[in-house]
């Protein structure tokens, strides 16, 4: 009688418990490849790798990955790929140092106009994706070796002849923008908690972390804004429609056009974020910025849970997908590993993260 | 009476078999150690290592990356090494990372590029090649020996070490050069410097800024087309690019014996380290021509990699 009612009971509208619940989250897999990747740095490295200046370290490169990487997950969702991101953190680096060094533009002048550009690249990127109906991942792919190709020609043009563009910290010194897009944010409190000897400090009494790097303080909101258009908007829903099956998406009155074309610019615009930022730290600029950040972005994706075929992903997941490929990037460096096995622990670990997640949600929904 | 004896032995044993603390010494470089180039550094700096008694460690960034090189060295600053030895590609991105290593009393030592910033940066010494330097008198030679037209064949762009070389060429060498950019692919740089002949025959010399990487597909491309009258020459070593230079296939090599750039630097900071010992100033570890009277004696030094 009981096992009646049960075979009876519409399946949607059946409890679930909240350990399958969670299961079915797309990040789980990340958020399990990071506590893994914790456990193996706790065993192998050095103690100093989790201090409070150890993981600002290592959150710094996840920091400027992941917002690629939430970026190019949100396309993956909405069913396309951006293989150009790379090539385009050093093209809108290019064109940001114009902008401040050569043309001498206030930041409030150049960090728009040099995003305008970007986000104009991204909706020919979408446009000719849309227009001509080839993969995105080919015609992007065209756009990886234009821009990288441009950002060469371009550096030697306005450089007169240097493949690396200087001065750029000298530009926008001073700027009131500057601190919002460079340097360590709350650096009187860091400074304040050394005082205590809350913090680590130096021989020379400076504390061992100036402050939190800004990067990770955009990391950190753009995860948190990315996931709650995806789960908690219309647009979210758009997008997980577009990259779940467009005609379907296109019948029930999604603009799948605009959904598409507004994230490939929004990818566009998150590299020229990254060559911001990471511009306007380093000071300068070269033509090989950004080199091999496109399979990165993805992988990172990918780790957080995104599907190669669109519709399935999470941008929190992305998020913890960037931290495990910071981890591994510099906690490597921890360990009495040669780092001539670097790669190979790299692509080890990745793979590793990615079959774990694959694995989870094969069993959670049962999906072939 | 004989267990309390027996346990003072012992004691004065574990004492006296306990080593005196070994310097830790950390090395960030920006090549791959799969560039041979860069593997010939990192085996000056292991011997450094077992000749001294330190522990090193050579650590870079997986690409040419000055935004992640920044962050290795942060991260080995945060680690409070011994020393610390740094190659400077780029002040601008990687200056505020050295002066956090300077700020924090590790006493730093520069090698292979930033002679040009090292000092401002509160570095102690630099041991590397003057670039600009180095590819004059390699311009200023190849010109002696009749060049004249050129090309320079860069397989690194956006490293400015690289751009100086060529620069340097162009005024030692007098006559019009042109840069060649490729990538890191010997295959591609044949393909290119086969080209670059191939569409001008008035070019009769090829500076390339890496023996093994550029060095030796160039000389294999000048084979191809049968010219007999191109000049090659090449920055750095490599046991296939010296036997060009032997057998009178290329011109010369330009050695700045960057084993020594591994070596000294760690081998400086551990004596820094024990006895607080340090040159008074830069160490030029090259540039050294190696013509074709001399290559027969370093073919087998660089196939074992140290030169």
């Not at chain 1, 909240?18 to 065993?43: D, H, N, R, S, Y």
């Not at chain 1, 939190?212 to 955009?218: A, N, Q, S, T």
């Not at chain 2, 292991?46 to 290795?72: H, I, W, Y």
């Amino acid at each position: 009688m009981v096992a009646d009612t049960q075979a009876h009971e519409d399946e949607r509208l059946r409890a679930e418990s909240f350990v399958t619940k969670l299961m079915k989250k797309p990040e789980l897999g990340a958020i399990g490849g990071v506590i893994l990747v914790t456990l193996f740095f706790l065993a192998t490295a050095d103690s100093t790798m989790f201090t409070l200046s150890g993981i600002m370290n290592f959150m710094t490169p996840a920091a400027q990955l992941g917002i690629l990487g939430i970026a190019a997950a949100m396309l993956m969702i909405g069913g396309e790929f951006d293989l150009s991101i790379g090539s385009m953190v050093a093209f809108a680096g290019m064109v940001f140092g114009v902008f401040t060094v050569n043309l001498g533009l206030p930041l409030i002048l150049a960090i728009p106009m040099t995003m305008a550009f970007a986000a104009s690249i991204g909706a020919v990127n979408g446009s000719i994706v849309l227009k001509t109906g080839l993969p995105s991942f080919i015609v992007t792919l065209a756009g990886l070796f234009i821009l990288r190709g441009a950002s060469l020609v371009g550096l030697k043009i306005f450089t007169g002849g240097s493949t690396q563009l200087r001065g750029v910290r000298d530009a926008v010194e001073g700027d009131w923008l500057a601190p919002i897009f460079s340097g360590d944010a709350f650096a009187g409190l860091f400074g304040w908690l050394a005082s205590l000897g809350i913090i680590e400090t130096f021989k020379n009494g400076a504390p061992k972390i100036p402050g939190i790097p800004v990067e990770i303080l955009w990391f950190i909101a753009f995860a948190l804004v990315a996931t709650y258009i995806l789960l908690r908007t219309p647009v979210g829903n758009w997008i997980f429609a577009t990259g779940g099956d467009t005609d379907a998406a296109t019948n029930s009155g999604v603009p799948v056009r605009r959904v598409k074309i507004s994230l490939f610019m929004l990818t566009a615009c998150a590299a020229a974020l990254v060559a911001i930022i990471t511009v306007m730290d380093a000071g300068s600029t070269d033509a090989r910025r950004g080199f091999m950040k496109e399979f990165e972005a993805i992988i990172t994706a990918v780790i957080g849970g995104c599907l190669l075929t669109g519709g399935y992903g999470s941008a929190i997941g992305a998020f913890f997908g960037a931290i495990i490929f910071g981890m591994v990037t510099i906690g490597l460096t921890y360990t009495d590993f040669d780092q001539d096995w670097f790669q190979i622990f790299l692509g080890g670990m990745l793979l590793l993260a990615v079959v774990f997640n694959n694995a989870i949600r094969k069993r959670v929904t049962g999906e072939r | 009476m004989n267990k309390l004896l027996a346990s003072v032995a012992m004691a004065a044993t574990i004492a006296a078999a306990v080593p005196a603390v070994a310097a830790d010494i950390i090395v960030v470089a920006h090549g791959q150690a799969n560039d041979p180039f860069w593997s010939v550094v990192k085996n000056g700096v292991q011997k450094a290592g077992e000749d001294t008694g330190a522990n090193v460690e050579f650590r870079s960034p997986e690409t040419f990356d000055m935004v992640q090189m920044g962050q290795l060295i942060d991260a080995a600053v945060n680690q409070e090494p011994d020393g610390l030895v740094v190659s400077i590609p780029d002040g601008d991105a990687l200056g505020p990372s050295i002066e956090r290593a300077v700020a924090a009393g590790i006493p730093v030592i520069s090698m292979n590029s930033g002679s040009d910033v090292a000092a401002e940066l509160g570095v102690l010494l630099h041991v590397g090649q003057s670039e600009f330097d180095a590819g004059k008198a390699a311009g200023e030679k190849l010109a002696e020996m009749g060049g004249t037209k050129g090309i320079c064949v860069n397989q690194e762009v956006g490293n400015v070490a690289l751009d100086l070389r060529c620069e340097g060429f162009a005024e030692g060498f007098g006559q019009e050069v042109t840069v060649i950019p490729t990538v890191n692919d010997p295959a591609e740089v044949q393909s290119k410097v086969r080209a670059a002949l191939e569409s001008d025959p008035d070019v009769d010399t090829v500076l390339g800024l890496g023996a093994s990487l550029v060095g030796e597909p160039a000389v294999a491309a000048v084979e191809a087309l049968g010219r007999d009258d191109v000049l090659v020459a090449s920055f750095d070593l490599s046991a296939g690019f010296l036997q060009a230079v032997a057998d009178g296939k290329a011109a010369f090599a330009i050695d700045q014996q960057q084993f020594l750039q591994g070596y000294l630097p760690v081998a400086f900071l551990a004596l820094h380290a024990e006895y607080g010992l340090m040159p008074g100033g830069d160490v030029p570890s090259g540039p050294n021509l190696v013509t074709q009277e001399a290559a027969g004696q370093v073919i087998e030094l660089s196939a074992q990699g140290i030169r």
